[in-house]
């Protein structure tokens, strides 16, 4: 007999290699000096990153499965994408989920391109019903770009009353946005 404790305890340590996590009315906490590697998938009730390198970018496979209903990032770096490196336009992370396109807050001077339509409906129960955190804000700046592609966000919820600079972008300085749509 397995019992799954009621919240997954905090992981802390230098570096994290997760396997398979199928939590999904639990919260997993990741406290990491260095880097966290996940190449199985990641179903759990909540996720808060609030230190480390969570990394997973795709070359020839498709991404691991992730989904959580509660997603907090914050600190350290949060990057899902299916290719890319991020560092200039020519070599953008590729976005393909809400997890990834959040992740952007976390690289305040990344590149990105959004390789499909993403939904963000689930956003609605992130952040204890905050949802979205807005890219950038607080200070600091997005400097990096995103280029659309003509793909659409849908869904995305931010629901934060009486604060300023909200939307998919709080602050930015040169903000370079191509080709994307909010229905």
């Not at 305890?9 to 990741?30: E, F, M, V």
């Not at 230190?51 to 907090?72: C, I, K, M, Y």
């Not at 949060?78 to 991020?86: I, L, S, Y």
């Amino acid at each position: 007999c397995h019992v799954v404790p009621e919240n997954f305890p905090p992981y802390a340590g230098r570096n994290a290699n997760l396997g398979d996590i199928q939590l999904p009315d639990n919260h997993l906490s990741l406290n990491v000096a260095g880097d966290i590697t996940a190449p199985d998938k990641v179903v759990v009730g909540g996720f808060t990153l609030g230190r480390g390198n969570w990394r997973q970018v795709a070359t020839l496979t498709e991404l691991p499965a992730f989904s959580a209903s509660d997603f907090r990032l914050a600190g350290g770096t949060f990057v899902r994408a299916t290719g890319g490196d991020g560092t200039t336009a020519a070599t953008p992370y590729l976005l393909t989920d809400v997890y990834g396109l959040q992740g952007m807050g976390t690289l305040l001077s990344g590149h990105f391109t959004l390789a499909n339509d993403i939904d963000a409906s689930g956003t609605a129960t992130w952040n204890s019903g905050a949802g979205f955190t807005p890219v950038g804000g607080n200070g600091f700046y997005f400097i990096g770009s995103l280029d659309g592609q003509d793909h659409a966000i849908s869904g995305l919820v931010i629901d934060r009353p009486g604060v300023s600079y909200i939307g998919l972008f709080g602050n930015a300085n040169f903000l370079q946005q191509r080709d994307r749509t909010f229905p």
